[in-house]
């Protein structure tokens, strides 16, 4: 599932930035990553299905989060690009593209392979994340290059366009067996070979594979096209500010549903109903929470949203330290023994007081604890991990 990244400093723990930050941002990416929590531990049986993915065509919850996050990607690389590019905007990106990769890697090798580099897969979540905003970012700059600023205009276009062409290549470029495979798989295949890839070649198709990961760029490009919204006028008219983010997100719904008609959404093939709908529905969740969170009120007012935001937020502006984390506790979980039996199992069977299935949830919210602990802390002392 989703980590991760608000990209604004340096690859290590430091002091945020002095530059004004829109809480609804952060906020919406905390609740995504607190949603991410809360989805591995809940395919019990025929309980909360809604937070499972689909079983093919469909969207769940689950299936939308990670997608919902390349959205605030895009939303968070409207601010790191609000300056003219220069030489050291290329440098951290190009470094971020390469940490992502890297650690990515990492996050497989992890509780699995080990680093045995005959079985390790090369693509996932961190993987897609860092070469989707990559593509997001060449396709930002070569616009300015273009027109000399950002033209909100070309970026959805570009977006829109790119979805067409990939999914006219999954219409019409054969595979096996039918509708249930993606064309685009062979290239994974090539490139990485079938054991370096998801199920090693197994399922005729990988959710996090090159092809899938660069046409995903357009979640990018529509969160940062709101964004640029945002950055721009987001404190000075906040009606223009949710007419503009509202348009654009009704125009993604409704094209969703209209290439529904053509072909069902899908997660693991990126249909192009599948992230269209997805976008146009984050864009709608982004308005509520600009809404809600930066539209004034007075002092009491912000007093109380600040209450109420601020575990959220400590999710939201430490997502790399969050997705990581949360591998290594449970993980720990369920290698580590009390006895002859798991802490993970301990728990769910000794400790927390509530019966199946709701104990799933249960040992969910203790990870979800755990992990604000430590975000909390950093989020009190204004440390954030940033790539």
Not at 208 to 236: C, D, K, N, T, W
Not at 362 to 370: F, G, M, Q
Request: with cysteine.
């Amino acid at each position: 599932m989703p980590p991760p990244t608000d990209v604004q400093a340096p690859a290590d723990l430091a002091q945020p930035s002095r530059r004004a930050r829109f809480a609804s941002v952060d906020t919406f990416r905390g609740l995504l990553l607190i949603g991410m929590v809360f989805t591995p531990s809940t395919a019990v049986g025929d309980h909360f299905a809604f937070l499972r993915h689909a079983e093919w065509d469909g969207i769940t919850m689950n299936d939308w989060i990670f997608p919902a996050f390349l959205v605030t990607s895009g939303l968070s690389l409207s601010f790191l690009l609000r300056n003219p590019s220069k030489s050291a905007t290329y440098r951290r990106l190009t470094r971020r593209l390469i940490l992502l990769v890297v650690l990515g890697i990492a996050y497989n090798a992890y509780g699995t392979s080990w680093f045995d580099i005959s079985e390790l897969r090369f693509t996932g979540v961190l993987q897609m994340i860092g070469i989707a905003g990559a593509v997001g970012a060449a396709v930002v700059l070569a616009s300015r290059a273009m027109f000399g600023e950002d033209k909100m205009w070309l970026l959805i276009t570009v977006a829109s366009v790119g979805l067409l062409a990939y999914g006219l290549g999954l219409e019409f470029i054969a595979c096996d067996p039918v509708g249930r495979c993606s064309p685009y798989f062979e290239i994974d295949r090539a490139v990485l070979t079938d054991s370096h890839v998801y199920r090693a070649g197994g399922a005729g198709w990988d959710p996090e594979g090159l092809v899938l990961s660069i046409a995903s760029s357009a979640f990018v490009l529509y969160g940062y096209s709101a964004g640029m919204v945002i950055r721009r006028i987001g404190q000075s008219d906040r009606r223009q500010t949710v007419r503009q983010i509202g348009t654009l997100a009704g125009a993604c719904l409704a094209a969703g549903l209209i290439a529904s008609a053509w072909m069902l959404p899908n997660k693991r093939l990126l249909t192009p109903s599948f992230a269209l709908l997805v976008s146009g529905s984050a864009l709608v969740v982004v308005c509520g929470i600009y809404l809600l969170i930066d539209t004034g009120g007075g002092p009491t007012l912000d007093r109380v949203r600040r209450g109420v935001t601020w575990p959220i937020i400590a999710f939201g502006r430490n997502a790399i330290i969050v997705y990581l984390f949360e591998r290594v506790l449970l993980h720990a979980g369920r290698s580590i023994h009390i006895g002859d039996r798991s802490i993970e199992t301990r728990l769910m069977e000794d400790i927390l007081p509530v019966g199946a299935p709701a104990v799933h949830e249960a040992y969910a919210a203790v990870i979800a604890c755990v992990i604000l602990l430590v975000v909390g802390t950093l989020h009190r002392r204004r440390l954030y991990l940033a790539l």
